[in-house]
């Protein structure tokens, strides 16, 4: 599970690393949040293909997965492996799981200093309870601000879910780690993206806005890139996680 693509800097790290990696731990799946794919605000068509090419099998997004109006229209093609957080209301457009081969992706969206949405924890069960037949290795991608809310969801899900990993915050924790049920938990993977920056943005105009505390237009910052992932070892027949270790890349 690679951590938010943050625009161009970010689809390089992984055109840089990804190869590399899938040579170094033969991964059955590979996934990528993708919400920041384009400019730093939202995903096209293009870079979602992009990234498909690069090595990536299914792409999360999160909060931004609306910014590209564009994509919005194309959030229901069932060719392309893109998920938004299922605890949108019903009706907005995509889908927030898929099953890639023997492998439930779910897709969630945190609602501490966020939008209001239905609650992730519910959703979380009536995913469970939806799909059928059910695979044993279940991933989650809960896109979420706050660090209790992320550790929140990794404990509520222990034992029914293999993976649940948090994205959103752009900064990688230290504390990947097996629960007691035997769920894998990392409360942020990072981000690929510019290694000088602010959560992948140019330093400068962030600056300005904390400083002034007037609106500033975003960039995403240029300059050598870094991959933040972690890795999963999953046990296929009872879905319990054997272990999850963190895997970054740094370089030009």
């Given at each position: 599970?690679?951590?938010?693509?943050?625009?161009r800097p970010g689809r390089r790290a992984l055109e840089a690393f990804l190869p590399g990696l899938r040579g170094e731990h033969h991964p059955n799946l590979v996934i990528a949040n993708g919400e920041n794919l384009?400019?730093?605000?939202?995903?096209?068509?293009?870079?979602?293909?992009?990234?498909?090419?690069?090595?990536?099998?299914?792409?999360?997004?999160?909060?931004?997965?609306?910014?590209?109006?564009?994509?919005?229209?194309?959030?229901?093609?069932?060719?392309?492996?893109?998920?938004?957080?299922?605890?949108?209301?019903?009706?907005?457009?995509?889908?927030?799981?898929?099953?890639?081969?023997?492998?439930?992706?779910?897709?969630?969206?945190?609602?501490?200093?966020?939008?209001?949405?239905?609650?992730?924890?519910?959703?979380?069960?009536?995913?469970?309870?939806?799909?059928?037949?059910?695979?044993?290795?279940?991933?989650?991608?809960?896109?979420?601000?706050?660090?209790?809310?992320?550790?929140?969801?990794?404990?509520?899900?222990?034992?029914?879910?293999?993976?649940?990993?948090?994205?959103?915050?752009?900064?990688?924790?230290?504390?990947?780690?097996?629960?007691?049920?035997?769920?894998?938990?990392?409360?942020?993977?990072?981000?690929?993206?510019?290694?000088?920056?602010?959560?992948?943005?140019?330093?400068?105009?962030?600056?300005?806005?904390?400083?002034?505390?007037?609106?500033?237009?975003?960039?995403?910052?240029?300059?050598?890139?870094?991959?933040?992932?972690?890795?999963?070892?999953?046990?296929?027949?009872?879905?319990?996680?054997?272990?999850?270790?963190?895997?970054?890349?740094?370089?030009?």
């Amino acid at each position: 599970m690679i951590g938010d693509v943050i625009g161009r800097p970010g689809r390089r790290a992984l055109e840089a690393f990804l190869p590399g990696l899938r040579g170094e731990h033969h991964p059955n799946l590979v996934i990528a949040n993708g919400e920041n794919l384009a400019g730093g605000f939202g995903i096209t068509v293009d870079t979602a293909k992009e990234l498909l090419k690069a090595g990536v099998d299914v792409i999360t997004t999160g909060n931004h997965v609306w910014d590209q109006k564009e994509f919005v229209r194309r959030m229901d093609d069932a060719s392309l492996p893109v998920l938004r957080p299922a605890n949108y209301p019903p009706a907005a457009p995509g889908r927030g799981y898929l099953v890639a081969g023997d492998v439930l992706i779910i897709n969630l969206m945190g609602r501490v200093f966020m939008e209001p949405l239905d609650c992730p924890f519910r959703a979380f069960d009536r995913i469970l309870d939806e799909v059928k037949p059910r695979p044993k290795v279940i991933v989650v991608d809960f896109h979420a601000e706050a660090t209790s809310e992320k550790q929140a969801m990794a404990w509520y899900a222990d034992g029914r879910a293999s993976v649940v990993v948090g994205t959103h915050t752009h900064v990688p924790t230290a504390d990947p780690r097996v629960l007691p049920r035997g769920t894998a938990a990392v409360t942020d993977v990072g981000m690929a993206g510019p290694q000088l920056s602010v959560i992948g943005m140019d330093p400068k105009a962030v600056l300005e806005r904390f400083l002034t505390q007037t609106p500033r237009r975003f960039s995403v910052a240029d300059g050598p890139v870094k991959l933040n992932a972690v890795l999963a070892d999953v046990d296929e027949t009872t879905g319990k996680a054997r272990s999850l270790i963190r895997v970054d890349r740094e370089g030009e």
